[in-house]
């Protein structure tokens, strides 16, 4: 008995959609960092974006690399593999790799600056 499909289920178009989803509560979340003037959910937004791009990057380097004979595609291959892929890129999330804190940089100054000309211009 060879199952091959878990019914009409798409893997790809869900992954595709959980990933859109991700890339719009980033930037609704750097949103409201930025409009509330909040430090800490800027940070919270840098590591996110971080996060999300080290998985885009995964996702390209991934692709690059040849397909093996060894194991047949299947289903569960692919199951097996994004679910792989995920906690990989979950454990490299802790760690991170450096961009979250030259970028949480350059925007508090720049948070910074837009609240210090608008406590400025309130005052007046």
Do not use: W
Not at 12 to 19: A, D, F, H, L, N
Not at 65 to 87: G, H, N
């Amino acid at each position: 008995m060879r199952i091959d499909g878990i019914g009409s289920v798409d893997i790809t178009t869900g992954i595709e959609r959980k990933q859109v989803a991700e890339d719009q509560k980033f930037e609704e979340y750097l949103r409201k960092a930025y409009s509330e003037g909040d430090k800490q959910k800027l940070k919270d937004a840098c590591r996110e974006f971080e996060a999300l791009f080290m998985q885009m990057m995964y996702r390209q380097m991934k692709r690059t690399v040849p397909e093996s004979s060894l194991l047949p595609k299947s289903t569960a291959r692919r199951i097996f593999e994004e679910m792989l892929d995920e906690e990989l890129i979950n454990n490299a999330k802790e760690r991170g790799v450096g961009i979250a804190d030259i970028l949480y940089r350059q925007l508090s100054l720049n948070m910074d600056k837009m609240f210090t000309v608008d406590h400025e211009e309130n005052a007046i």
